[in-house]
């Protein structure tokens, strides 16, 4: 099937054969369109004319090679606008050639070479550069029908593009560009009115960033991608989709373009790998301090009901002993220690155990900016250790595999791995160890992968990426605002490191400011972006810091989110907060233990809101196998009370309802 070529000023019909698009999800891991199951014959030479079309689902694209800019004509006739022309000056096109089932031109002045493609019912766009540079592209937004934008920022956010609060300082969006290779998952969204929307794909995150715009009262987004040869980043490739407008359909296109991609993980087949992960099904998440884990705390969790639990413990002088950890396994709970591979400091004076190395690791093994200098550790302390002088030194000295060893001598079954799978990747401009951003992720990856074949492996804020490799991450489920570090920053109001047997930054009750309430857990933002592309790979769940028990006021709305999302609660608990939170903890993981177990190796095949202000929410699992419904609001919306939740497994006869405010009372 070829593209066709336009010439200037006419525009495109709609194509025929083209499948409307569902009323619910869209974008099915195996539906294909274009070139799929399609003859495509090449046609060499250039063809005359600047406008190219590409068929995608859902009707056809119309690329200008000009400007860049991108429209659409829908299979029922609606014209949209997907990108306005690029924000950067891109010089006078050269010829536009056929290819086998695109098209291919350049932009010598930028020394860039595209290519524009149909691939698996998207328009794909792909850029390779001859020279460092940058290009702004795609400028989203612009249709005057867009209503609302989706960032995959922990969970997901699906944004109203007049949202006066989003549109102002406060929202926190307009300011600093965001990195994508920072977000959970390297998409944007845009719902245009009803039935209609566009996903944006861009799987070269690294050096791709996000800018929102606030114009005449309008969120509006651009993608800046840096070619820089020294990072590896002179390619770049954007897929653009046509979707129903529902607020996760970003998140389904992404599912899809991932198992397309062989890179979507598999909870089932990790559970086959080793059988203890299975323990995470219907586990609630915990870290342990002073009594909490010991032997006779574990037993405590047992009486009160919990059957699952994963149970983590930092790296202090007093972890969990043997005797706790075989107690916990006895109770059918998961056990692991939290440990980095990211931060080195002089083992004579490392205020971390986690920070001391054996040798010189510190500090040979620092990542060197460009001028020589070591990259400033965590906190201000240390440095951040390279990925790349690890895996050179790992065959002949085992520095991880030795303390891989030596902190979970105790027997424990599980892993927390810090920073691993996040998305602060570095660049290494040591002659030692020489290392670009995309490869330190693949020495993350190696490393996390060896340790996955032993253990129950976590670590924070999963991005798709280490989606593979993990069974769980802590983070990925916390759309963390920009004030919630400085908020963390002010050690008398949010707490500190002691005392060791509870400190107060994890322990401490806070109330979130307003803005940065509103900006991480107004539910009438709050879409399962995340679970939609990944539920069924890996557990998610929110950050160790901010526990349970954290944020008092956010209680209720938070336990609600993970009973939707179907993703446990994360607590802290000592021998005090056991004893006073146990039933509470225990009521609510009764609650969400059959439900987890039910659904948690199933996708999540539905969301929808029922009211106008979106404050009434349902999800569904395994298409139907779990539906779960959550009333954020005042009101009782058909018999469900408001901050209730009601969860109905295939075969139920009635609703299981939770009301969190009444747990444990």
Same mark, same amino acid.
């Given at each position: 099937m070829d593209p066709k070529i336009a010439p200037p000023g006419r525009r495109p019909r709609a194509r025929t054969g083209t499948r409307v698009l569902a009323a619910s999800l869209v974008l099915t891991a195996t539906a294909t369109v274009g070139a799929s199951g399609c003859s495509s014959r090449a046609v060499a030479g250039p063809v005359t004319g600047r406008h190219v079309d590409i068929p995608v689902r859902g009707g056809t694209v119309t690329v200008d090679t000009g400007t860049l800019a991108v429209n659409a004509r829908t299979a029922d006739g609606r014209s949209l606008a997907l990108s306005a022309p690029s924000g950067t000056g891109l010089g006078t096109p050269g010829p536009v050639e056929r290819t086998g089932d695109g098209a291919r031109w350049s932009y010598p002045e930028k020394g860039l070479t595209v290519t524009a493609r149909p691939d698996h019912g998207r328009l794909r766009v792909s850029m390779k550069a001859d020279r460092d540079g940058s290009v702004t592209w795609p400028v989203t937004g612009t249709d005057r029908a867009v209503s609302s934008v989706q960032l995959p920022r922990g969970e997901g956010l699906d944004i109203p593009v007049r949202d006066t609060f989003w549109n102002s300082e406060r929202g926190g969006l307009t300011g600093d560009a965001i990195d994508l290779g920072q977000l959970e998952l390297p998409l944007w969204g845009n719902t245009l009115g009803k039935g209609h929307g566009v996903s944006y794909l861009a799987p070269t995150d690294l050096g791709t960033s996000l800018k929102f715009r606030s114009d005449g009262g309008r969120l509006g987004t651009s993608a800046t991608h840096d070619f820089n040869g020294g990072d590896g980043t002179r390619d770049y490739t954007v897929t653009i989709a046509l979707t129903d407008g529902n607020p996760v359909a970003p998140g389904t296109d992404y599912r899809a373009w991932l198992t397309e991609h062989g890179q979507l993980g598999s909870l089932r087949d990790k559970i086959r790998r080793n059988p203890a992960t299975g323990k995470l099904l219907g586990a609630f998440h915990a870290y342990v301090w002073g009594d909490a884990r010991k032997a006779a705390g574990v037993e405590e969790l047992r009486k009160l009901g919990v059957d699952r639990m994963w149970l983590g413990y930092d790296s202090g002088p007093h972890p969990m002993d043997a005797a706790a950890v075989r107690a916990a396994q006895k109770a059918g709970y998961l056990v692991g220690p939290y440990d980095t591979f990211a931060n080195g400091q002089d083992p004579k004076t490392a205020d971390s155990p986690t920070s001391r190395w054996p040798g010189t690791v510190y500090p040979d093994f620092c990542v060197r900016d460009a001028d020589g200098k070591p990259?400033?550790?965590?906190?201000?302390?240390?440095?951040?250790?390279?990925?790349?002088?690890?895996?050179?030194?790992?065959?002949?000295?085992?520095?991880?595999?030795?303390?891989?060893?030596?902190?979970?001598?105790?027997?424990?079954? &599980?892993?927390?791995?810090?920073?691993? *799978?996040? =998305?602060? /990747?570095?660049? +290494? @401009?040591? $002659? !030692?160890? #020489?290392?670009?951003?995309?490869?330190?992720?693949?020495?993350?990856?190696?490393?996390?992968?060896?340790?996955?074949?032993?253990?129950?492996?976590? &670590?924070?804020?999963?991005?798709?990426? *280490?989606? =593979?490799? /993990?069974?769980? +991450? @802590?983070? $990925? !489920?916390? #759309?963390?605002?920009?004030?919630?570090?400085?908020?963390?920053?002010?050690?008398?109001?949010?707490?500190?490191?002691?005392?060791?047997?509870?400190?107060?930054?994890?322990?401490?009750?806070?109330?979130?400011?307003?803005?940065?309430?509103?900006?991480?857990?107004?539910?009438?933002?709050?879409?399962?972006?995340?679970?939609?592309?990944?539920?069924?790979?890996?557990?998610?769940?929110?950050?160790?810091?901010?526990?349970?028990?954290?944020?008092?006021?956010?209680?209720?709305?938070?336990?609600?989110?993970?009973?939707?999302?179907?993703?446990?609660?994360?607590?802290?608990?000592?021998?005090?907060?056991?004893?006073?939170?146990?039933?509470?903890?225990?009521?609510?993981?009764?609650?969400?233990?059959?439900?987890?177990?039910?659904?948690?190796?199933?996708?999540?095949?539905?969301?929808?809101?029922?009211?106008?202000?979106?404050?009434?929410?349902?999800?569904?699992?395994?298409?139907?196998?779990?539906?779960?419904?959550?009333?954020?609001?005042?009101?009782?919306?058909?018999?469900?009370p408001a901050g209730c939740v009601d969860a109905q497994l295939r075969g139920d006869r009635q609703p299981r309802r939770l009301c969190p405010a009444k747990a444990g009372g």
């Amino acid at each position: 099937m070829d593209p066709k070529i336009a010439p200037p000023g006419r525009r495109p019909r709609a194509r025929t054969g083209t499948r409307v698009l569902a009323a619910s999800l869209v974008l099915t891991a195996t539906a294909t369109v274009g070139a799929s199951g399609c003859s495509s014959r090449a046609v060499a030479g250039p063809v005359t004319g600047r406008h190219v079309d590409i068929p995608v689902r859902g009707g056809t694209v119309t690329v200008d090679t000009g400007t860049l800019a991108v429209n659409a004509r829908t299979a029922d006739g609606r014209s949209l606008a997907l990108s306005a022309p690029s924000g950067t000056g891109l010089g006078t096109p050269g010829p536009v050639e056929r290819t086998g089932d695109g098209a291919r031109w350049s932009y010598p002045e930028k020394g860039l070479t595209v290519t524009a493609r149909p691939d698996h019912g998207r328009l794909r766009v792909s850029m390779k550069a001859d020279r460092d540079g940058s290009v702004t592209w795609p400028v989203t937004g612009t249709d005057r029908a867009v209503s609302s934008v989706q960032l995959p920022r922990g969970e997901g956010l699906d944004i109203p593009v007049r949202d006066t609060f989003w549109n102002s300082e406060r929202g926190g969006l307009t300011g600093d560009a965001i990195d994508l290779g920072q977000l959970e998952l390297p998409l944007w969204g845009n719902t245009l009115g009803k039935g209609h929307g566009v996903s944006y794909l861009a799987p070269t995150d690294l050096g791709t960033s996000l800018k929102f715009r606030s114009d005449g009262g309008r969120l509006g987004t651009s993608a800046t991608h840096d070619f820089n040869g020294g990072d590896g980043t002179r390619d770049y490739t954007v897929t653009i989709a046509l979707t129903d407008g529902n607020p996760v359909a970003p998140g389904t296109d992404y599912r899809a373009w991932l198992t397309e991609h062989g890179q979507l993980g598999s909870l089932r087949d990790k559970i086959r790998r080793n059988p203890a992960t299975g323990k995470l099904l219907g586990a609630f998440h915990a870290y342990v301090w002073g009594d909490a884990r010991k032997a006779a705390g574990v037993e405590e969790l047992r009486k009160l009901g919990v059957d699952r639990m994963w149970l983590g413990y930092d790296s202090g002088p007093h972890p969990m002993d043997a005797a706790a950890v075989r107690a916990a396994q006895k109770a059918g709970y998961l056990v692991g220690p939290y440990d980095t591979f990211a931060n080195g400091q002089d083992p004579k004076t490392a205020d971390s155990p986690t920070s001391r190395w054996p040798g010189t690791v510190y500090p040979d093994f620092c990542v060197r900016d460009a001028d020589g200098k070591p990259a400033t550790g965590f906190g201000n302390r240390g440095c951040y250790l390279s990925s790349r002088a690890f895996e050179q030194a790992e065959p002949r000295h085992h520095y991880l595999a030795d303390r891989t060893r030596a902190m979970t001598a105790n027997g424990a079954d &599980s892993y927390f791995l810090d920073v691993d *799978a996040t =998305g602060e /990747l570095f660049r +290494d @401009h040591s $002659a !030692a160890h #020489p290392m670009t951003k995309a490869g330190d992720r693949e020495n993350r990856l190696a490393r996390m992968r060896r340790l996955a074949g032993k253990l129950v492996l976590g &670590s924070e804020s999963a991005q798709s990426w *280490a989606n =593979g490799v /993990l069974a769980f +991450d @802590h983070g $990925a !489920a916390t #759309p963390v605002a920009d004030g919630l570090w400085k908020l963390q920053r002010d050690r008398k109001n949010w707490g500190g490191y002691y005392p060791e047997n509870a400190p107060t930054a994890f322990f401490k009750p806070v109330r979130l400011p307003a803005d940065v309430a509103k900006a991480m857990y107004d539910p009438a933002y709050r879409v399962p972006l995340y679970e939609t592309a990944l539920h069924s790979s890996l557990v998610n769940a929110e950050r160790w810091e901010l526990s349970y028990e954290k944020l008092p006021a956010q209680k209720t709305g938070r336990a609600l989110l993970a009973m939707l999302y179907n993703i446990p609660l994360n607590f802290v608990l000592d021998g005090a907060s056991l004893k006073k939170s146990g039933p509470e903890l225990a009521a609510l993981q009764k609650y969400f233990s059959p439900l987890h177990k039910a659904a948690g190796t199933e996708k999540l095949t539905s969301f929808r809101r029922l009211t106008a202000d979106n404050l009434v929410q349902r999800t569904e699992f395994g298409d139907g196998k779990l539906t779960v419904t959550a009333n954020f609001g005042k009101t009782t919306y058909a018999g469900l009370p408001a901050g209730c939740v009601d969860a109905q497994l295939r075969g139920d006869r009635q609703p299981r309802r939770l009301c969190p405010a009444k747990a444990g009372g």
